[in-house]
Each structure stands twice: as structure tokens, then as C-alpha cells.
């Protein structure tokens, strides 16, 4: 997935779901910047404490819900989602900078679909790039619609 974003190393990047940060360690080495998003507060902890032994000085690591991404340090030139999600929401792809890009999987177990999404003149479209099977990240459950 981070391959498939093409990382500059003049971009700002979004982790969103970084865990221990091992995604975001390689993020760190490839773009200015990194903003570590994670929702659950002991993950939060042990990445800061990973990401700091590893001198990633330019990763910054916040808590909080991953569907709503970060907006304080938005726009980002690229965002990672770390797991499976039913699908990418509007809140995470309006954090994306013009020329952006995000990776993420759409779908559940193991019919999951790698998309790059791509933000250019204010319109945001995305193309299938190949399967995958990921875990999914918890908070972007996709929500039952009524059934009779």
C-alpha cells in the first residue's frame, strides 16, 4: 500500500489506524512529515515510544477516532488507512491536498480491495489496484441499513 501511494519527500502524510508504528517508521523516512493517527491510547503510547527510540523526529503521534482522521494538520498529500475498512469516508478523502493521494482497502475478509484514491481539481476519484486481506480497523464498521 505504501508503495502504491508514490511518496515524495516533500509530502505530508496521514497514518490513520498506526498501531505500534511500524507503518508509520517507514513513512517517516519517506515524507517530510507524518501525523500518526490511533484510537486506542496504549497503541498511541507504545508508538511514540517505538517512533521516538527510532529518531523519527518528523512523526507526530495523536489519538483519536480514525474515521475522522486529523484535520488540525490537514491537508495531507498522501493518507494510509492501516486496515480494511467497508468504505473510505468523505471526512478522510476531504483531507486530501490537491494532487493527493490515498490508499486504503475497501471491503471484509478476504474480499478486500486495494484502492488509490486521487485528488485533482477538487474532485477526488479512485481506481481499484489490486486484492487484498487485511484486518479491519476498528470505528469503520459499515452501518445496517433497515431490513423488513
Known sequence: LIQLAEINPTDSALDVGCGTGYASAILSRLARSVVALESDSALAETARSTLSSLGCG?????QGALPQGHAAQAPYDVILVGGSVAEVPVTLLDQLAEGGRL???EGQGNSGVARLFFKAGGVVTGRRAFNAAIKPLPGFERIRAFEF
Open 58 to 62: 518528523n512523526v507526530t503521534v495523536v
Open 103 to 105: 490508499v486504503a482497502v
